[in-house]
């Protein structure tokens, strides 16, 4: 029987394109659009800063010195979160009835910039009880050690946790520990897997 439900933040509640600031990037910077996530790749930032090893100042720094840029904090942290697209995948109704009956968790690789940024601005996170974030745990999934803290946090047996993700390989890395485990689609195709396990 399942005891807690685990979401995924990012293109399961929440869709993002990080193309959205890519754009808005090109003109403060010397590279090309294409190129930006190139440059990105080539570094291990993004892994650093979401694993916990570095905070949001020393990220933008050095972020800011990999393209060249000559913004602010503030002003980089406002087009950093302009990759979220206002309406979530799912709806707030769906999330009130689970969690009117089971504990809501989210399990999310993310950042401090991008999720302080979630928090104040989609008031349906409010259903979710704890929060398993990468950057907290000080790793990402699908390693082992993010998903142990989530059981740990559940409270309960691993396969008594339901999880759903947008990326095969984290539904799978669920799965060997033992969670039940579904890659989202879409709202229907989730509301379909939990009606199956009598969770709405």
Same mark, same amino acid.
């Given at each position: 029987?399942?005891? *807690?439900?685990?979401?995924?933040?990012?293109?399961?509640?929440?869709?993002?394109?990080?193309?959205?600031?890519?754009?808005? #990037?090109?003109?403060?910077?010397?590279?090309?659009?294409?190129?930006?996530?190139?440059?990105?790749?080539? *570094?291990? &930032?993004?892994?650093?800063?979401?694993?916990?090893?570095?905070?949001?100042?020393?990220?933008?720094?050095?972020?800011?010195?990999?393209?060249? #840029?000559?913004?602010?904090?503030?002003?980089?942290?406002?087009?950093?979160?302009?990759?979220?697209?206002?309406?979530? #995948?799912?709806? %707030?109704?769906? &999330?009130?009835? #689970?969690?009117?009956?089971?504990?809501?968790?989210? $399990?999310?690789?993310?950042?401090?910039?991008?999720?302080?940024?979630?928090?104040?601005?989609?008031?349906? $996170?409010?259903?979710?009880?704890?929060?398993? $974030?990468?950057?907290?745990?000080?790793? &990402?999934?699908?390693?082992? =050690?993010?998903?142990?803290?989530?059981?740990?946090?559940?409270?309960?047996?691993?396969?008594?946790?339901?999880? *759903?993700?947008?990326?095969?390989?984290?539904?799978?890395?669920? =799965?060997?520990?033992?969670?039940?485990?579904?890659?989202?689609?879409?709202?229907?195709?989730?509301?379909? %897997?939990?009606?199956?396990?009598?969770? $709405?």
């Amino acid at each position: 029987m399942i005891k *807690t439900i685990f979401f995924d933040l990012g293109n399961v509640i929440i869709p993002f394109d990080f193309r959205r600031a890519y754009t808005r #990037l090109q003109p403060l910077c010397n590279y090309p659009v294409t190129e930006i996530p190139q440059r990105m790749r080539g *570094t291990d &930032l993004v892994l650093r800063f979401e694993s916990g090893q570095i905070g949001p100042e020393q990220f933008v720094k050095e972020f800011c010195t990999v393209l060249d #840029l000559r913004i602010s904090y503030d002003e980089f942290c406002d087009l950093w979160t302009s990759v979220f697209l206002p309406e979530p #995948l799912i709806q %707030e109704s769906l &999330l009130a009835n #689970l969690a009117r009956r089971h504990p809501l968790m989210l $399990l999310s690789n993310t950042n401090p910039i991008h999720f302080h940024m979630i928090q104040a601005n989609y008031p349906l $996170l409010k259903h979710f009880g704890h929060c398993v $974030l990468s950057y907290e745990v000080g790793a &990402l999934k699908p390693s082992e =050690q993010i998903f142990a803290a989530a059981i740990a946090q559940a409270g309960c047996e691993a396969g008594e946790c339901f999880f *759903t993700d947008d990326l095969a390989v984290n539904v799978e890395a669920a =799965q060997t520990h033992g969670m039940d485990a579904v890659q989202f689609q879409s709202a229907a195709q989730l509301e379909g %897997e939990l009606r199956a396990r009598g969770l $709405l």
